[in-house]
């Protein structure tokens, strides 16, 4: 069975860091991208940043983009999303969630997200 | 960026009903589309993916359509266990955008 489980969400300060993991199991971890959608509260859905199944591809959201860092460790079957100079815009559930294949990026299995609230 | 818009925001219908929500991009997207189904404190569901394939486990009433800027999620009977928001999104390119999502009640 597949599961994407994320962990590392809290309440940070305005400017503050804080480092999500997304641990995963039950599949071939290093032969799939993987994605980081966020939901702030009462909102819809926004996608934050993929990474290819090798980690040599990774794209982020204009709005993450030079503040969010992605990663994964393919020995380990974990994403991270180091997320730096945090604002109180980055209030969200975040979920880890799997793309279907390597031309079909739409979003097969998700994780139950991790909450992340920037409040002074 | 694509911008999705998904009409209407809001549905009302009775069990039973036939249901359409649309989607149209602000551009071509080939047939790079899927449609997720999201209830209050969960995840998003993977419904349909490629605009009309449906997923495995996907009741077989979910049917998608559509290529190009313009496509349909339709309900052929609705469900009580369908009440959720339904989401549209594009991946025809590296950055995917979702749709604002359209909240369906049951009369």
């Known amino acids: 069975e597949v599961q994407l489980v994320e962990s590392g969400g809290g309440q940070v300060k305005p400017g503050g860091s804080l480092r999500l993991s997304c641990a995963a199991s039950?599949?071939?971890?290093?032969?799939?991208?993987i994605n980081w959608v966020r939901q702030a509260p009462g909102k819809g859905l926004e996608w934050v940043s993929s990474i290819n199944s090798d980690g040599t591809y990774i794209y982020y959201a204009d709005s993450v983009k030079g503040r969010f860092t992605t990663s994964r460790d393919n020995g380990e079957n974990s994403l991270f999303l180091q997320m730096n100079s945090l604002r109180a815009e980055d209030t969200a559930i975040y979920y880890c969630a799997t793309s279907r294949s390597s031309y079909d990026n739409s979003f097969d299995y998700w994780g139950q997200g991790t909450q992340v609230t920037v409040s002074s | 960026d694509i911008q999705m818009t998904q009409s209407p925001s809001t549905l009302s219908a009775f069990v039973g009903d036939r249901v359409t929500i649309t989607c149209r991009a602000s551009q071509s997207i080939s047939s790079w589309l899927a449609w997720y189904q999201q209830k209050p404190g969960k995840a998003p569901k993977l419904l349909i993916y490629e605009a009309s394939s449906l997923e495995s486990g996907v009741p077989s009433r979910f049917s998608g359509s559509g290529s190009g800027t313009e496509f349909t999620l339709t309900i052929s009977s609705l469900q009580p266990d369908d009440c959720a928001t339904y989401y549209c999104q594009q991946y025809n390119s590296h950055y995917p955008t979702f749709g604002q999502g359209t909240k369906l009640e049951i009369k």
């Open positions: 039950g599949f071939t971890f290093s032969n799939f991208g």
